[in-house]
């Protein structure tokens, strides 16, 4: 092994280890999260930022790998956290049945939704997919198939393990979510360095070429794409863990929009640029709207106010911001590896 | 799938039409193992179709192709690949985003790896790592590996090309212009490798190329085409002498 | 929770988590069933905070329409040691507070969602807004008598809500001779011409609608165009003040002849509370609307669960299981054996004056006249 | 037959509304090949831009005058947004990847939506018709309403302005090129930066016209306005085929009447699926769309 | 009007981080065919780039006289200059006659007589798409923009590359036949091409010009091995 990859490991394992014992730290963050670090509510804004980053890996596979532009992944997010959900809430199957329903529905979707997306490519897989995901938001909405509609569908917590119910057991529902974003981010980084990997890559760079030089190029996306969209539902599980049910917004457009900008934020094609964007934007999500409402905001006058009462405001210009000054996103600032060349 | 080694490349009444145009018409060609063809024909004549028909990356209207045996026809281009069937292209065609030396490593890995090969991690010892390497001294780009292939001269990129088909071991190489907006220094040095990867490998070639000279000191024989048929099929001085290569393609020699 | 018995006051406090869209769809509700709770929180305990010596201390949180937000907000006040969590006009959201809340022994007071899941849910669960099917209890009396024969059309969103409507139609007027059509359309329908061809085809005598948001103007629109209202009476439930104006104008002439009815307006009954709520939101400078009373409601609850159960959840859920106040709007009723609140409301007419619209009372109906049958009893 | 009638003049109506919304993107898609995200969040700001119109000239009387000057400025709002987007946001990013200007139009799409409902709130807003639009007018015997007569022929004359221009300009073909090579076009001496603003521009105006008459449409706004169309408007590309103005036009009606036929004969809402399947049956049996050609060149 | 037509001194050229040309001197006399030849990599095609504006310059780049350096590209070339580009950069997704009409400029006349006389093809094929042409077909169609206006100098990025033999001796009498009515400063790698061709020889090596010739230096094998040949293979950057 040589020295930087034992550099690199080791502050992997450190950051891990101090990660896995956040619940027991006790500070506060200056208002970044609500009271001491390890109270249940900053634990639960933390599992949603660790989840969520997860899902960010996740899309990051097919997005900024394999450079498909998938404006649908929270399609799959939804079929795993809805599969898991609606087998809890309509059968008594039990939690380990309906882990495994979310993982086949999101593996099942992957394949064939992909299946059918990848025959166009470019912006034309992009609306493809988007159209594919507004039918299950739509039907979601629509409280059809038992999804619970925009009420959403609690999962009966007695049908969960009794460690992920009650405020007192926020920290086990924490450690759920990091290691949903661990078991991501491994298998991302193990298969993004695998030769299939660099298949991808290439073929982000020219279909055809890879093509000819013996690669079936529509199984190697389908790979990619049902591999990301697996993951997905695994994050669309933990996601319903956390927040007790599945919410309909977990199937909208602005989710599959928000992942584009936090996998861009962070840095398209890097596994922890994507983690970082999505953590940024999710602690940021969560935690605007207090300063928002906070009195000393209330009196600004309203071009400070708005822009701070209304999170996507501020998203939308950090985000056009880094496209035009730090187009490698914040991973960018740190690494050269992705710089675009013109041809 | 079976030949991964020198066999009759074979083509039986090749044919493709698009916008009513007759692009390649009725082209039956025999190439034995190891034979070195020529391909010329004026610009237009249905010589980079011709390829293209053989590598699949445009598809037949009718006739067949076969690679030994095995009829390719209506097979997809990485699968013909996979046969050991490697190509360059006309406007060069490359991973522009990533480094010289990862262009041709991915062809080095792509060849012969079963499947679930796919699934093993990339380390920085990998012999397709030293096919790579190589392949591009092969070529003189030796020194150029890490640059990033967009960052080539035009000439550079002709080079790389050729470093891919070498990194691909193949016993079916087509080469389409490999010459072009090379130096005409470089062309000697070019012209000296083909030939010696001809003779080291054994492997078919078929090379369309502008450059007279370069063909005619390679090919064991040379196909002409013109209009989409092919016109002759003969010894390089025999097409030379040829009245009808002479008015319609070689014209006033400079 | 830890108690501190040096503090000035004698006893434990109570702490409160309202959970509000501040921002988002429902932020105009989010500040009216905030104006309604603190006044009621001030009337009934004298301007003091405290009930029996427990000073009650609100945490507000906005959950930005995100049942994610408003989860962790959730946690966030369990985690203080909040023992009731109280709001939110978005069912999404507060479904998954309500949850967050039984699964901790807290108490959860609903806002103005319109969502049927409060009603048997848990002990401890309860809602304020008398909200469906109990509103729909009035419909029959709206209709009036001899109903045999007659059909009933209803236009409603395709979704969770309307869903539960439609249902709730067909069951309680089925059984007195009514035939009743339902239409579920999309919530994103902007074209009812086709739908009015059907309805044209039914001739019913009633037409109602709960359709809320996007297109309901359109929807009211086309059945004034479409001569729909000519034959038949049309009915629809009011909520926010700024609706009354374009519901009035949508409908044209045939807004005169509609029935509207609404579970409060500011004066609806004069009564102490009315009036409270009254002079509170003028000092506040705040303009009423429907759900200030459910605002009241919650506030209500929470004195009265604090007077009898002091900071023991169970014992404050008790108290409340079968117990019945005066609120702005009437007397608010909560059956014991499903936690179902209802509240009085009224059927009134949309009329314009200089430019303004305003309802004039046509009648009255108390919660006990309009008590829903038991449909999802607890499980004790 | 009043009933076939009258469904396949509101099919042709909000057909016509999809062809408005789509044949920006299409023409802005389809020329500079910039899917612009920031479309829908346009028309939401031209569609409060006409209500705020309608607003200030005394809406409570509306009348037939004050809203068509509504939609005209409205109209013009949104070539304003285009102009200063395409000079502020686009230009600088032209010789960068494609993708880089789609996600600044995402992000912008972003920016306005939230700025107008932090502005005017999440409610909606009711835009007061005259009489003369609400009132209907009997087709062979079919009463149909004529606010959709307008919107139809706004958008047959939209249709045929468009081919007009891509027919009868050059700045169609400069575009078409500089997207390929800007370098290029440029080296033949043509400034392209005129062609580019002129094509985004057009794009604006059309959403601009396509936002104030779904405010017509709906006769109500909110900051969703915008955002509920995308979706049809981007099944109506992919049907039609990707930068095909004919291939909108023809998607949209079709859309538009399959729709509604649906809605009534099937079950409301049937319509939205059956477009969706549509959709993914175009990609699977003819995947460059009804007029789109066949693959881009290698 | 002045002696030489396009003089270049000084020019620095960069793309993103490499420094690729540094410091290029030369003129370009008016009337006559300046030939540039250099290894592959050395920076010629970057050099007529400069020219044009189409990579990042530095240095003092005059054209009859008046200061170009600063303008931008299609000012440049409204100048009267007309650049045939190195790889033939049509545009595929138009046709053959589209790709011509971009190029007609204003106020000059269209010269699609000798266009078509020199390619026939072009004319035959106006309504195909240029992404389907042929590798030299396309080449034609390059040269064919370069040609269609009477500009005073022709910058021309490898003519002849990728061209069947008897069509590179037309577009060679071609240019033989335009050398009167412009000034041609133009990379070629075919040296007989260049021989007919040229009357001043400018030879670059790594981002440089290292020496400027009379014609006849084409004739001289030793010269023009030193220029091209063996050695380093691997290109400045
Ligand atoms: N879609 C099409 N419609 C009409 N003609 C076409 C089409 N596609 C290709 N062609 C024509 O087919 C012919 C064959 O082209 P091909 O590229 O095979 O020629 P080539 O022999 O390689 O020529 P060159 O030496 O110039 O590269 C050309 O004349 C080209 O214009
Ligand atoms: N986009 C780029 N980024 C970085 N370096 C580049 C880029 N494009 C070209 N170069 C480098 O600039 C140098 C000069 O390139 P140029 O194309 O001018 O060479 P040339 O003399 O025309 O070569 P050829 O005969 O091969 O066409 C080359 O070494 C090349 O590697
Ligand atoms: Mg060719
Ligand atoms: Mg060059």
């Known amino acids: 092994m040589s020295r930087h990859t034992m550099v690199r490991v080791g502050g992997v394992a450190v950051l891990l280890v101090v990660l896995a014992c956040v619940p027991f730290f006790s500070f506060t963050t200056g208002g970044f999260l609500p009271y001491e670090i390890n109270s249940p509510g900053s634990l639960q804004v933390l599992a949603l930022v660790l989840v969520t980053a997860a899902l960010a890996v996740s899309f990051d596979i097919v997005f900024g790998y394999t450079g498909l532009n998938s404006f649908g992944h929270a399609l799959f997010f939804t079929l795993g956290g809805y599969g898991f959900a609606m087998t809890l809430a309509h059968t008594e199957l039990g939690f380990g049945a309906a882990i495994g329903i979310g993982l086949v529905a999101s593996a099942v979707g992957g394949v064939l939704v992909n299946g059918v997306a990848l025959r166009v490519a470019g912006l034309s897989f992009a609306m493809v997919t988007l159209a594919f995901a507004e039918v299950v938001a739509i039907g979601i909405g629509r409280n059809y198939w038992g999804t619970g509609g925009e009420e959403g569908l609690t999962v009966p917590y007695r049908s969960m393990p009794e460690q992920l119910v009650g405020v007192v057991n926020t920290r086990n529902i924490y450690w759920v979510a990091l290691a949903t974003l661990v078991l991501v981010v491994a298998v991302a980084l193990w298969a993004t360095s695998t030769r299939l990997g660099r298949i991808w890559q290439a073929i982000r760079e020219n279909e055809l070429r890879v093509n000819v030089m013996g690669v079936n190029t529509y199984l190697a996306k389908l790979v990619s794409a049902s591999l990301s969209a697996f993951l997905a539902g695994i994050c669309g599980i933990a996601y319903v863990i956390v927040l007790g049910g599945g919410v309909p917004h977990m199937a909208g457009l602005m989710m599959s929009l928000s992942l584009i900008v936090m996998v861009v934020i962070g840095g398209r094609g890097r596994i922890w640029g994507a983690a970082l964007g999505a953590a940024v934007y999710v602690l940021l999500e969560q935690r605007l709207p207090e300063l928002a409402s906070s009195e000393g905001v209330k009196n600004l006058p309203e071009v400070v106010r708005i822009p701070l009462s209304e999170p996507q405001l501020l998203f939308g210009v950090v985000f056009i911001a880094l496209i035009f000054f730090l187009p490698g996103g914040i991973a960018g600032l740190f690494s050269q590896r992705r710089t675009p060349v013109g041809s | 799938m079976t030949p991964r080694e020198p066999s009759v490349l074979r083509t039986e009444g090749l044919t493709f039409r698009a916008g009513g145009a007759k692009i390649v018409e009725d082209v039956s060609l025999t190439v034995p193992p190891g034979e070195f063809l020529g391909i010329i024909g004026p610009n237009g004549a249905g010589k980079t179709t011709l390829l293209n028909l053989l590598t699949g990356t445009v598809r037949t209207t009718a006739g067949t192709v076969w690679l030994g045996d095995t009829d390719v026809t209506r097979m997809a281009p990485h699968r013909r690949a996979r046969l050991g069937l490697a190509r360059t292209f006309q406007t060069s065609y490359l991973l522009l985003g990533l480094t010289v030396l990862e262009n041709v490593r991915l062809m080095a890995q792509t060849r012969g790896v079963r499947r679930m090969g796919l699934l093993r991690t990339l380390t920085s010892t990998d012999e397709t790592l030293d096919a790579a390497h190589a392949a591009l001294e092969r070529v003189g780009l030796g020194g150029a590996a890490t640059l990033q292939a967009g960052a080539l001269s035009h000439g550079d990129r002709r080079k790389l090309e050729l470093a891919i088909v070498v990194a691909a071991e193949a016993p079916f190489v087509l080469l389409d212009e490999p010459m072009a907006g090379v130096n005409s220094e470089d062309v000697h040095d070019l012209t000296e490798l083909i030939r010696r990867l001809h003779v080291d490998t054994g492997a078919t070639f078929l090379m369309v190329e502008h450059h007279l000279d370069v063909v005619l000191g390679l090919a064991d024989r040379v196909a002409v085409m013109h209009k989409g048929e092919l016109l002759a099929v003969d010894l390089p001085d025999r097409v030379t002498a040829d009245e009808r290569v002479q008015t319609a393609y070689v014209g006033e020699l400079l | 929770s830890g108690s501190s018995d040096d503090d000035s006051s004698s006893k434990d406090p109570v702490k409160v988590g309202i959970i509000v869209s501040e921002t988002g769809v429902f932020s105009t509700q989010a500040k009216d069933f905030q104006n309604g709770f603190n006044a009621a929180i001030e009337h009934l305990t004298d301007g003091t905070g405290e009930v029996d010596g427990h000073k009650i201390e609100v945490m507000v949180g906005d959950d930005t329409g995100d049942a994610a937000v408003g989860t962790a907000k959730a946690k966030e006040f369990l985690g203080q040691g909040a023992t009731i969590l109280a709001g939110t006009t978005d069912s999404a959201v507060a479904v998954a507070v309500a949850e967050q809340a039984v699964q901790n022994n807290a108490m959860f007071i609903g806002g103005t969602a319109g969502t049927t899941a409060f009603v048997g849910m848990d002990k401890k669960v309860f809602g304020t807004a008398g909200s469906s099917p109990a509103g729909q209890m009035i419909v029959p009396k709206i209709l009036g008598d001899d109903l045999k024969g007659k059909t009933l059309v209803t236009v409603d969103q395709d979704y969770a809500f309307g869903q539960t409507m439609a249902k709730a139609y067909k069951a309680q007027l089925e059984p007195l001779g009514v035939k009743v059509v339902s239409y579920l359309l999309p919530v994103s329908t902007s074209d009812f011409t086709p739908t009015m061809l059907k309805v044209e085809k039914d001739a019913p005598d009633f037409i109602t609608t709960t359709w809320a948001g996007k297109g309901y103007n359109q929807l009211l629109g086309s059945l004034d165009s479409q001569g729909l209202l000519d034959d038949a009476t049309f009915f629809k439930p009011l909520l926010l003040k700024s609706d009354w104006a374009p519901v009035g104008e949508a409908l044209g002439d045939s807004v005169d002849n509609s029935t509207f009815y609404l579970s409060y307006f500011a004066g609806a009954t004069g009564n102490e509370a009315d009036e409270a709520l009254q002079a509170y939101s003028k000092a506040n400078d705040h303009a009423i609307e429907y759900d200030d009373a459910v605002g009241w409601h919650a506030g209500a609850m929470v004195v009265r669960a604090i007077q009898e159960g002091g900071t023991d959840t169970e014992a404050m859920a008790e108290a409340l299981q079968g117990h019945s106040f005066e609120g702005p709007a009437g007397e608010v009723i909560i059956r014991a054996e499903d936690n179902q609140v209802t509240v009085p409301q009224f059927t009134v007419r949309l009329v314009e004056k200089d430019g303004e619209w305003g309802v004039e009372i046509l009648d009255e109906f108390t919660a006990k006249e309009l008590e829903p049958p038991v449909v999802n009893a607890l499980k004790q | ?298 | 009007m002045t002696e030489h037509l396009l003089e270049l001194s000084d020019v620095h050229a960069s793309i993103g981080v490499s420094h690729i040309l540094q410091g290029v001197s030369f003129d370009v006399p008016a009337g006559d065919v300046t030939v540039i030849i250099g290894r592959n990599g050395v920076g010629k095609t970057t050099t007529l780039r400069a020219v044009l504006g189409l990579v990042e310059r530095t240095g003092e780049i005059r054209y009859d006289g008046r200061r170009i350096d600063a303008m931008e590209t299609s000012r440049i070339v409204r100048e009267g200059i007309a650049y045939v580009p190195e790889d033939r950069d049509v545009f595929a997704d138009l046709t053959v006659a589209e790709n011509l009409a971009l190029a007609e400029r204003k106020g000059r006349p269209h010269r699609y007589d000798l266009v078509h006389d020199l390619f026939p093809e072009l004319e035959s094929r106006a309504k195909q798409r240029a992404g389907t042409l042929s590798g030299g077909q396309q080449q034609m169609v390059s040269l064919a923009r370069g040609l269609l206006n009477e500009s005073p100098l022709l910058l021309i990025d490898e003519p002849t590359k990728g061209l069947a033999p008897k069509v590179v001796s037309e577009v060679v009498k071609a240019l033989e036949l335009i050398k009167g009515t412009a000034t041609v400063l133009m990379v070629e790698q075919n040296i007989a091409a260049a021989r007919r061709l040229a009357d001043h020889v400018v030879i670059m090596a790594e981002g440089r010009v290292v020496a400027q010739h009379p014609a006849a230096v084409l004739h001289d094998e030793a010269t023009i091995r030193e220029a091209l040949g063996v050695g380093t293979t691997q290109g400045g950057h």
């Open chain 4, 1 to 298: 037959m009043d009933t076939v009638l009258v469904l396949a003049f509101t099919g042709l109506g909000i057909g016509s509304l999809y062809f408005l919304l789509s044949s920006g993107l299409s023409l802005v898609f389809g020329l500079m090949n910039v899917l612009s995200l920031a479309h829908a969040a346009f028309l939401t700001v031209c569609a409060y831009a006409s209500w705020l119109v309608v607003r200030e000239t005394n809406g409570e009387d509306p009348t037939l005058g004050r809203l068509l000057l509504a939609i005209v400025l409205a109209t013009l709002v949104g070539g304003l947004i285009a102009l200063v987007t395409e000079l502020v946001l686009l230009r600088p990013l032209y010789s960068r990847d494609h993708f880089d200007i789609v996600l600044v139009t995402l992000g912008l799409g972003f920016v306005l939506t939230a700025l107008i409902s932090g502005i005017w709130g999440h409610e909606e807003r009711i835009i007061p018709l005259p009489d003369s639009l609400t009132s209907t007018t009997s087709i062979f015997g079919a009463p149909i309403t004529n606010d959709r007569l307008m919107i139809i022929a706004v958008a047959v004359a939209v249709f045929l302005a468009i081919m007009l221009f891509l027919r009868h300009t050059r700045h169609g073909l400069i575009v078409r090129a500089g997207v390929e090579n800007r370098d290029m076009v440029r080296a033949l001496g043509i400034d392209v930066r005129h062609s580019f603003t002129l094509v985004f521009v057009l794009g604006g105006l059309l959403a601009g016209a396509g936002g104030a008459l779904s405010g017509v449409y709906l006769r109500a706004i909110s900051p969703a306005t915008g955002e509920a169309f995308l979706i049809f408007a981007f099944i109506v590309l992919i049907i039609g085929g990707l930068g095909s103005v004919p291939g909108a036009f023809v998607a949209a009606l079709g859309i538009g009447l399959i729709q509604q036929f649906a809605n009534y004969y099937i079950n409301g809402g049937a319509g939205d699926l059956l477009a969706v399947m549509l959709m993914a049956l175009t990609v699977l049996v003819r995947p460059q769309g009804l007029f789109g050609r066949e693959g881009r060149a290698v």
